[in-house]
């Protein structure tokens, strides 16, 4: 019997593996170990020991979990029965791998409207890499952008569904914001134009997320945090089964964030988020339902001249004023997207995986703005309401004020500072002014409100051809039912709104909606403005790797189809093509990529990547004045996008290094920006004030770079890491300039207005040069301190195209200003011209924690500062005002204080500190 019983073990296959901490080398207990491909799951036990029992042959990926330690994965194969024994297995601790609050981004902090270039998704899925993590948990703060890339660069993918909006092509992060367990961990990962498996990606990379409870962390969570931030606290719950033994699986995480003021005066946080994930395994069939949402409501804040800084300080906002005693904003984000998903992953042999997700979003998203009829506007920083104006209405014929103005200057800006009637919005007398009228609203609060219907198809096969090569292919596609309209929110005490425009010409009948004889709109009413865009998506995408010996090759490319239409809902009294559907616009796209790695030895690996791809443009970008009108861009193509990088990796155990250098180049991009602009007819100073779509078609930008990172040990608690990116981004070439604006109604809608001379500005929105140094202290007792410089260099303001063009230095009858006919013209017009570059400023940055065991129980605190210096200096963004629209208006030096270029600064030291309980 004992022979029998020897023969019996030795026919099982089995995989075995003892699993310490890399520090002291002492066994970890508790850790989880999963096969992934089967979804099989073991714990480590007190010696931590793990094994796997009666395994087929192929490929498995082993994964080694454990809370304040960094993940580890290896690749395995079994061939046939035996046992695999894996030897001693290191995890380093790693605090970053627990919820500790180090990085936490908020909407806010990741919303375009506060930065029109957005955050990338690097801010949310930061790796192992030191260069990202540095990205993600120093620098992403301070809105840098790798290597100067927008948001809408990157790729998100929801159980394979894209999570790029169609409006905009960026992600709004809010629709999970909170749920930082359940979106913790992508199961792919890939920045840049690196190799990917699960869709083509672009050029800010790929971030793939899978919300299946056997893909999550077991277990029990419970964590509060408090901050500074945009919201003050945070309360979360998640619990998650796993796959049980009768292979049922369901998670669930819910979480609140709330202020009833953030850190910035009249913005209040009032955020939920829920999920549930239900998984079934039926045999080598997955089954997973995921239902999640993020519904919120928040204050925002404005950009400032440095005018209204220097009176009120950067924290100032003029969006909020006092209604009855308590602060009310005129801007509310009110923001609600639930998603429903039913997955389907099957594991048909071990060769071949398919997964499939069926998908729908719906929901809204609102934002609230003042409307008034035949009033002033009433906006505390509208230019007619700030002292510059008045100082330049009484200087324009003579140098100096008189002493009775002089003394009406000096009690205006008294008031500014001090009187909140002026410096904020006066709620009391905006209901007043609808009360004496005792009809209409001459003021208003309205909601643009965008609903999008977005149904979702994606599927995805992995094939293991032979063992060097794998076969990805997939496709997707997404039909999305974009609604948008302005409602009347709250009417301010009046009976009704006027769904008039009384800016039109005595020519037109002003109404915005001609097939609508009611012009009285009450609460919860459609006014102004009513459109659909439909928008279908569909693409096909395939990839080949092949690995041998030391070579690593990955080729994929990829198909899409995209079609969208307007449908105007109203009949704009003064463009002829307001209502009914537009024309198709239909784009096809294709793409390849290149990605080779080869290993020159066990510690030395050179890799190259290289892509092609044309995008279609967003739908925005397509029909600029789609509020009103069925026009769309003249001569609107796809963006060409062509991207390569070198990188040197150094990998041993005590030093890990990376050298990359990067090339990128587009084309036929689109950029589309909206305000007044100041245009001169008849030879007039300020004679013609017009509000547009500027529209630059067929923009060409570059960038490139060098990106270095090193991160060593010290000693085995002690580690350093140093990180530089040195990049440089620019305008190309000159493109077209288009404004589309009401007054162009006869003639389509648009103007073609020429040249703008763009070649060699900055780009914005990101500093293109940043430096690192850092320091972390990890103690064998679970305790951890970090510390971090930080230097920032290179930042430019956002310019107006429209200061760039002959029309800015040219009056109407073709001669030039008098000023630039002088000898001296070109320094003069350097001057006006000259892009604004921001401070150089440096960073430091504090994190440090400690993690407990209670038994079965852990527990953490940990605090993370940003700005420890409180360096209140940095502008993170700005942008030249449109207004300035002719060179006599920019270079008059009191006049173009009146528009100065408007300013994000930096908020100063912030911190954030949370605690946490795993059972």
């Excluded at 020897?6 to 850790?31: D, R």
């Excluded at 170990?33 to 979804?39: N, P, R």
């Excluded at 500014?416 to 003021?443: F, G, K, P, V």
């Excluded at 010409?505 to 009285?520: A, C």
């Amino acid at each position: 019997m004992l022979f029998l019983w020897s023969l019996i073990s030795f026919a099982q296959t089995k995989i075995t593996g003892t699993v310490h901490t890399s520090a002291e080398e002492k066994p970890l207990y508790n850790a989880k170990v999963t096969l992934q491909e089967t979804g099989e799951e073991v714990i480590t036990d007190r010696i931590g020991y793990f094994q796997f029992m009666n395994i087929s042959p192929g490929i498995y990926t082993l994964q080694i979990s454990m809370e304040g330690y960094a993940r580890y994965q290896e690749k395995i194969k079994i061939q046939a029965e035996r046992i695999y024994e894996l030897g001693d297995i290191y995890l380093t601790f790693n605090p970053q791998n627990s919820d500790l609050g180090i990085i936490t981004l908020s909407s806010e902090e990741l919303d375009a409207e506060e930065n029109t270039s957005g955050a990338p998704a690097t801010l949310l899925s930061a790796t192992k890499d030191v260069f990202l993590q540095t990205v993600a948990y120093d620098w992403g703060a301070f809105w840098f952008r790798p290597r100067g890339l927008n948001n809408e660069n990157s790729s998100v993918l929801l159980n394979g569904i894209s999570m790029n909006k169609i409006s905009h092509g960026q992600v709004d992060y809010g629709n999970w914001g909170g749920l930082n367990d359940i979106i913790r961990y992508p199961e792919e990962s890939a920045f840049g134009i690196n190799s990917t498996d699960h869709a083509f990606g672009d050029l800010g990379g790929l971030t793939y997320y899978e919300t299946r409870p056997s893909k999550l962390r077991t277990g029990t969570g419970l964590s509060y945090s408090l901050t500074n931030r945009s919201y003050r606290q945070r309360l979360m719950l998640t619990h998650n089964t796993g796959l049980m033994k009768n292979g049922w699986g369901v998670a669930a995480s819910a979480s609140r964030r709330w202020a009833n003021q953030g850190r910035i005066p009249g913005t209040f946080y009032d955020a939920w988020a829920y999920f549930l994930g239900i998984e079934k395994k039926l045999k080598n069939h997955f089954f997973n339902l995921s239902i999640l949402g993020a519904p919120y409501r928040r204050a925002g804040n404005n950009p400032n001249t440095n005018e209204a800084y220097n009176l009120k300080g950067i924290n100032y906002n003029a969006y909020w004023g006092y209604q009855n005693g308590v602060k009310r904003s005129e801007r509310v984000k009110d923001n609600f997207e639930p998603i429903f998903q039913l997955s389907h992953h099957w594991n048909i042999n071990l060769k071949n995986q398919l997964k499939t997700t069926l998908s729908y979003q719906t929901g809204y998203n609102k934002y609230s703005r003042l409307n008034w009829y035949k009033a002033n506007n009433p906006s505390p920083i509208y230019y007619r309401n700030l002292p510059s104006y008045f100082y330049y209405l009484n200087t324009r014929n003579k140098e100096n004020l008189t002493d009775d103005e002089k003394e009406k200057y000096d009690s205006q800006l008294h008031s500014w500072r001090n009187d909140e009637n002026w410096s904020q919005i006066n709620w009391e007398n905006l209901y007043r002014a609808n009360l004496n009228l005792n009809s209409y609203a001459a003021y208003y609060l309205a909601n643009d409100v965008n609903k999008d219907d977005a149904f979702g198809l994606y599927s995805h096969l992995r094939s293991q051809l032979n063992e060097n090569t794998t076969l990805n292919i997939g496709f997707q596609l997404k039909n999305t039912h974009s609604h948008n309209f302005r409602e009347v929110d709250d009417l301010l005490g009046a009976s009704y709104a006027l769904n008039l425009d009384d800016f039109s010409d005595n020519s037109f009948s002003g109404k915005y909606n001609e097939n609508d004889q009611n012009l009285q709109k009450k609460e919860g009413e459609i006014i102004e403005y009513n459109y659909k865009i439909n928008h279908h998506y569909y693409e096909i995408f395939s990839g080949l790797n092949y690995k041998k010996s030391a070579w690593n090759v990955n080729l994929m490319g990829k198909m899409a189809y995209t079609t969208m239409l307007r449908n105007g809902l109203f009949k704009h009294y003064a463009h002829g093509n307001s209502f009914g559907k537009s024309k198709d616009l239909n784009f096809t796209d294709f793409g390849g990529k290149l990605n080779i790695l080869y290993r020159i030895n066990g510690n030395h690996y050179l890799r190259l990547n290289g892509a092609f791809f044309t995008k279609a443009p967003s739908a925005s970008a397509a029909f600029p004045l789609g509020r009103y009108s069925n026009t769309f861009q003249p001569d609107i193509r796809a963006a060409e996008m062509t991207s390569l990088d070198f990188s040197y990796l150094l990998r041993t155990p005590d030093f890990k290094g990376n050298l990359t250098a990067f090339y990128t180049i587009s084309n036929n991009e689109t950029q589309t920006s909206f305000g007044y602009i100041q245009l001169v007819q008849d030879n007039a100073f300020f004679n013609k004030n017009l509000f547009i779509a500027e529209v630059l078609n067929g923009v060409q930008k570059e960038y490139k770079g060098i990106e270095l990172s090193l991160e060593g040990k010290i000693s085995k608690t002690l580690a350093a890491t140093a990180v530089a990116s040195i990049g440089e981004y620019i305008y190309k070439n000159n493109p077209n300039l288009y404004y589309f604006s009401d007054d162009y109604a006869s003639s389509d809608g648009y103007k073609l207005i020429g040249k703008t001379y763009l070649k060699n500005y900055k780009l914005p929105g990101t500093p293109q040069q940043a430096y690192h140094l850092g320091l972390q202290y990890r103690s064998p007792k679970y305790w951890w301190a970090g510390l971090s410089a930080n230097y920032f260099k290179n930042q430019y303001i956002n310019i107006s195209p429209s200061r760039r063009t002959d029309n800015f230095t040219h009056l109407p009858n073709g001669k030039l200003y008098k000023d630039l006919q002088s000898e001296n013209a070109e320094a003069l017009l350097r001057k006006v011209l000259k892009q604004e570059k921001f401070s150089n400023e440096m960073m430091l940055n504090l994190n440090a924690g400690k993690t407990f065991r209670l038994g079965q129980y852990y527990m953490g605190i940990s605090l993370s500062i940003n700005n420890l210096l409180n360096n209140k200096n940095f502008k993170t963004s700005g942008f030249e005002q449109l207004r300035l629209g002719n060179y006599e208006a920019a270079a008059n030096e009191n006049y173009s204080k009146v528009f100065g270029n408007k300013y994000w600064y930096n908020q100063g030291l912030n911190y954030f500190l949370n605690v946490f309980l795993r059972f």
